[in-house]
């Protein structure tokens, strides 16, 4: 079946330019996470949603950050003002139920230049 | 703060060898585990997974071992392959109070570089 997939593929910005950052999860999964991975490093937690709980957004940096899910399904990042620091590939991830393996998808290459 | 670290950042194989690739967690309360896998340019793969009420679970090719007095994690990957070269990061989902938190807290990885 369909994987996880994000659009754009890759994002190139000017400072201080807002972006939107696009996930369609696997269809079915309650939950969805969005994580954030800088050249050569791990990968760091931003938010995530399961079902219609409150998002837990303890892993957003900074107030420029936020993240919607409409319907249980698509989700969307925004970031506004971007800093050249933002740069980075955002990875979406969902899966079957919270606490469980997550699937991802290939990744959102923002360049803020 | 508790993290996920790994003892290797390197590791170089030739095909057909077995590779073991370590991961030490410091929070106890973590009570799953996964392995991932990240090709050049692609989000990471799924390789295998395991709860903390178990100590090996073996899928193909690959078993991972959990040594919770020590806080050890390892994934094991039989008669390595050229496809394998790629960097694995392991991640930990911990608990509180019985209930799971989904966030995963990841490693920084280890780069597996297997020669034909």
């Known amino acids: 079946g369909a994987g996880v997939s994000q659009s754009p593929s890759n994002k190139v910005t000017e400072k201080g330019k807002d972006v939107e950052l696009r996930c369609d999860p696997i269809?079915?999964?309650?939950?969805l996470y969005w994580y954030r991975q800088s050249l050569g490093q791990g990968l760091e937690f931003l938010i995530y949603f399961q079902g219609n709980s409150a998002p837990d957004k303890s892993g957003l940096p900074s107030d420029r950050f936020s993240a919607e899910r409409t319907g249980g399904s698509v989700s969307t990042l925004t970031i506004q003002r971007t800093q050249q620091e933002d740069s980075a590939v955002y990875l979406c991830?969902?899966?079957?139920?919270?606490?469980?393996?997550?699937?991802f998808g290939p990744g959102t290459r923002l360049t803020v230049t | 703060g508790e993290s996920v670290g790994l003892h290797l950042p390197t590791l170089s194989v030739q095909e057909g060898d077995n590779s073991i690739i370590n991961c030490a967690y410091s929070?106890?309360?973590?009570?799953?585990f996964i392995w991932y896998k990240q090709e050049s340019g692609k989000g990471p793969q799924f390789i295998i997974d395991i709860r903390s009420n178990m100590d090996k679970r073996q899928g193909q090719r690959v078993t991972v071992l959990l040594n919770k007095t020590v806080k050890h994690l390892s994934l094991q990957i039989a008669a390595t392959q050229p496809g394998d070269s790629a960097v694995y990061f392991c991640?930990?989902?911990?608990?509180?109070?019985?209930?799971?938190?989904?966030?995963?807290?990841f490693g920084q990885g280890t780069i597996l570089t297997v020669h034909p």
């Open positions: 269809s079915g999964h309650t939950a």
């Open positions: 991640a930990e989902n911990f608990a509180a109070g019985g209930t799971s938190y989904g966030k995963l807290t």
């Open positions: 991830a969902s899966s079957p139920r919270m606490g469980s393996e997550q699937y």
């Open positions: 929070n106890s309360a973590s009570d799953y």
